[in-house]
């Protein structure tokens, strides 16, 4: 069974486009964040939400939007693609908003062209 | 000056000897330290998470804090080849906000 998948693991995309990245979760946790690793492999939170409502939102364009439907579905979608948005994009979950160990999915591999 | 700093390496370790990774952190408040292991084209694994100062022991794995120094440090004893991965210190802040060191790769050697 897996804990927190993601949709699509690759995407190819032209510069300009626009795309979206799903993410759910089956235990049962009220956090979700996106994080997203560049090319030098730094890991860098860009979003969080708990029980739907958002509670983190670093310093990112405003080309990303994330959408939480429920509280096991997170979405990150993107306007605009730029050469700069290559990376791969991990959702992760934890049990609350606290100290809790974040459990992260398979991630997203995004190369625009 | 970067929040959570590690040593990049690569830190070659022959096989069976003790790995020691090290990490340093900026927010004084931070309460909570996770080790993740990151193989490459994967996702980050938990390995180990410390609260409290001191080492906490988990097979092979010991992880020591010391919230006075803002250190905390990750051995792997008999090292294997399938330890060869790349090591993230991870520090939490306030709601979860999990700050992530660049990681410390390390290759076990036959």
């Known amino acids: 069974d897996t804990a927190v998948s993601q949709t699509p693991k690759y995407l190819v995309t032209q510069m300009g486009n626009d795309k979206s990245i799903k993410c759910e979760q089956n235990l049962g946790h009220d956090t979700m964040y996106w994080y997203k690793q560049d090319s030098k492999k730094f890991l860098k939170i860009m979003f969080s939400y708990n029980n739907k409502e958002l509670i983190i939102n670093e310093t990112v364009p405003n080309r990303f939007s994330p959408k939480s439907p429920d509280k096991a579905h997170l979405n990150l979608h993107i306007n605009s693609l730029e050469l700069g948005d290559s990376a791969v994009y991990f959702c992760?979950?934890?049990?609350?908003?606290?100290?809790?160990?974040?459990?992260f999915g398979p991630g997203t591999r995004l190369l625009v062209l | 000056q970067k929040e959570v700093e590690q040593n990049s390496g690569p830190l070659s370790v022959p096989e069976g000897a003790i790995a020691s990774l090290n990490c340093t952190y900026s927010d004084r408040g931070s309460q909570s330290f996770f080790w993740y292991r990151q193989y490459s084209g994967k996702s980050p694994e938990l390995i180990m998470s410390?609260?409290?100062?001191g080492d906490k022991e988990d097979g092979r794995f010991t992880a020591q804090l010391n919230k006075a120094s803002q250190y905390v440090s990750l051995l792997i004893r008999d090292s294997q080849p399938s330890d060869s991965a790349t090591y993230l210190c991870a520090v939490n802040g306030s709601w979860g906000k999990l700050q992530f060191g660049a990681g410390t790769q390390v290759v076990v050697t036959p």
């Open positions: 410390i609260y409290s100062n």
């Open positions: 992760a979950s934890s049990v609350g908003t606290g100290q809790e160990t974040q459990y």
